[in-house]
């Protein structure tokens, strides 16, 4: 895949498209980005075990009786500055490191930290580094036991950004899946590119486990609409038999857990995940060299044509220079829609906002202090995902308004993805600048961890930045405990405050997007016609050199834009066949 941008980077450079290669390059240089397997499942459903056996340690997840984890847990590969016997706690103001077995401690609802109310912060997820080679090219995820089959564990992986992400759905072989689970599948995973059922405890359930997959694979073709495999594992086995010096004994027993099919699944989904900025690559590089085609194939027209051609020519000239004189008419226009555009995002978020506040006064009316107190670190990553989330899906309206405005205003696709990048640096400035939460931001995580309330990378990262991310969840988080510990009256005002910084934070966000992206789109719009100008004036005086040269001349002209062509049209097929052959 790499040779096949190179050779058509060097083509695009060659007819001074440098922007097009620059940006294919840049696609290109994120592949291999590290994956993610985020399992999921309701209590009891032989999640925790689960991981373990996929990581290949027994115990490597925390798999309590009596308590629940309460935050995510990332398994990351163990390395000589993090290594296995340690664990990191993920706070909003930094990391502890700390000896693995205090995790417990720490992260469960029954944990010694969790229950001293002296304790001023708790961590909001934890990363534990494992020495298996099952990690090296993903991590996985353990998503917290309490609150079940939560959408936003679903979302992580639907709207992953910054990784690429499977979604593994742990239920168990001593009855078919549950009408909750059917709906997680039905309506949370639907976003979700990759996603795995994991029937679990055969070895508990060994008579039904065979029927109950058959069933689970019927309801999910059925309920669900799409293809989704269904993958019987028994985690005990898989477990006892990695214990097992090698030898084919070892080999037999985990082939008989199932483990070894499931993490073939894996391996072929994270790859293809991983892989996936090659294939964002080849199209951005095809597209910039079917242009360069469209381009030549009208310069051989012209050179055949000769004098014929030149009519049609500069009626398209006069059409681009009355757009050009136009100017002024459509950078008003462009104000008024990119307001509009403003004012539908800004209102997308006070909805988001009020589905909030409803949602959350709700919870914290119907729940008893005790309740809230016994999960903090539960209601603060929910509350803080739900933030988020609003904020980023007003970003998207924005964005995607703004794309309908680029696109009738160029005829280059490319124009948009220029736009587009553009747009996100200027939402991912860094806003959030009062009062305490603007010292405190200081030295906070990049996204991708401070998202570990659920544990993923959403569609935050590329879209809302990590200032205002910082912000957020300094707020929900450190705040949110503090009101947790003072009664329902104030946990109330906080959250009536929470919802008011986060909304004039995404209005700022807004704001500083609109300020960077209208000069641009302007002045991309002048050169834009200019160009096109220059071009058209360009073909006019060829026509007319054609026109009045020897057909030996001619004849060279037209052979040597031909070999161009052909030269142009063997960098499109091989990555036309790529794409086609399933490099998407």
């Not at 296995?84 to 401690?105: C, K």
């Not at 990363?127 to 089959?149: E, F, H, Q, R, W």
């Not at 993490?263 to 995940?273: F, K, N, P, S, T």
Request: glycine share 6%.
């Amino acid at each position: 895949m790499a040779d096949l941008i190179a050779g058509a980077c060097k083509v695009l450079r060659a007819y001074k498209h440098d922007e097009v290669a620059d940006r294919a390059e840049r696609k290109l240089a994120d592949t291999g980005r590290p994956a993610s397997i985020v399992v999921v499942g309701e209590i009891k459903r032989g999640k925790s075990l689960l991981v373990s056996a996929l990581i290949g340690r027994d115990g490597a997840a925390l798999d309590d009786v009596e308590h629940s984890t309460a935050v995510a847990t990332r398994f990351v590969t163990a390395t000589d500055d993090f290594p296995e016997g340690t664990a990191e706690l993920v706070f909003p103001d930094g990391r502890r490191r700390i000896d693995h077995a205090e995790l417990g401690e720490w992260i469960t609802t029954g944990g010694r930290y969790v229950q001293d109310p002296t304790v001023e912060a708790l961590p909001v997820a934890a990363v534990v580094p494992i020495a298996s080679d099952k990690l090296t090219n993903a991590s996985v995820v353990d998503t917290p036991g309490i609150g079940g089959l939560d959408p936003r564990h679903a979302a992580m992986a639907a709207h992953s950004a910054d990784r690429a992400a499977v979604l593994v759905l742990v239920c168990d072989a001593s009855t078919p899946l549950t009408e909750p689970e059917m709906r997680f599948l039905r309506e949370s995973a639907t976003g979700v590119e990759n996603v795995l059922v994991v029937v679990t405890k055969t070895d508990k359930n060994l008579t039904r486990w065979e029927q109950i997959v058959a069933e689970n694979r019927r309801a999910v073709a059925e309920h669900v609409g799409r293809d989704i495999p269904v993958v019987a594992v028994s985690s005990v086995r898989a477990l006892a038999a990695t214990a097992l010096p090698r030898s084919p004994v070892r080999e037999r027993s985990l082939a008989c857990s199932g483990l070894p099919g499931l993490w073939g699944m894996l391996d072929e989904r994270v790859a293809a995940a991983r892989h996936r900025p090659e294939a964002d690559a080849l199209r951005v590089a095809l597209d910039g060299l079917r242009r360069i085609e469209t381009g030549i194939s009208d310069e051989l027209s012209v050179v055949r044509d000769g004098e014929s051609a030149i009519p049609d020519l500069t009626a398209e000239m006069e059409r681009l220079e009355g757009l050009k004189d136009e100017a002024q008419q459509w950078e008003q226009h462009l104000q008024r829609d990119l307001t509009l555009a403003r004012q539908r995002a800004i209102t997308r978020l006070d909805e988001e906002l009020a589905r909030v506040r409803e949602d959350w006064t709700t919870r914290i009316n119907k729940s008893s202090m005790q309740v809230l107190r016994r999960s903090p670190q539960v209601f603060t990553a929910q509350i803080q995902a739900d933030l988020l989330d609003a904020m980023a899906t007003t970003a998207q309206v924005f964005l995607d308004d703004l794309e309908k405005i680029v696109t009738d205003l160029f005829d280059d696709p490319q124009q948009w993805e220029h736009i587009r990048e553009i747009t996100l640096e200027a939402l991912q400035t860094d806003p959030l600048v009062t009062g305490e939460v603007g010292s405190k931001r200081q030295g906070l995580l990049d996204p991708s961890v401070l998202t570990m309330g659920m544990i993923g990378t959403t569609m935050l990262g590329a879209v809302i930045g990590a200032g205002a991310i910082a912000g957020v969840a300094w707020v929900a988080i450190n705040l949110g405990f503090k009101a947790m510990r003072t009664g329902k009256t104030n946990l109330l005002t906080w959250l009536r405050e929470t919802l008011a910084t986060v909304r004039t934070v995404t209005t700022r966000m807004l704001e500083a997007a609109m300020a960077t992206t209208r000069p641009e789109i302007v002045l991309r719009r002048r050169k834009h016609l200019q160009d096109r100008i220059t071009e058209l004036q360009k073909r006019i005086d060829e026509a007319k050199r054609a026109a009045q040269a020897d057909a030996a001349t001619r004849t060279a002209n037209i052979e040597r834009l031909e070999k161009n062509l052909r030269i142009t049209r063997a960098r499109i097929t091989p990555i036309d066949t790529a794409l086609r052959g399933g490099a998407t």
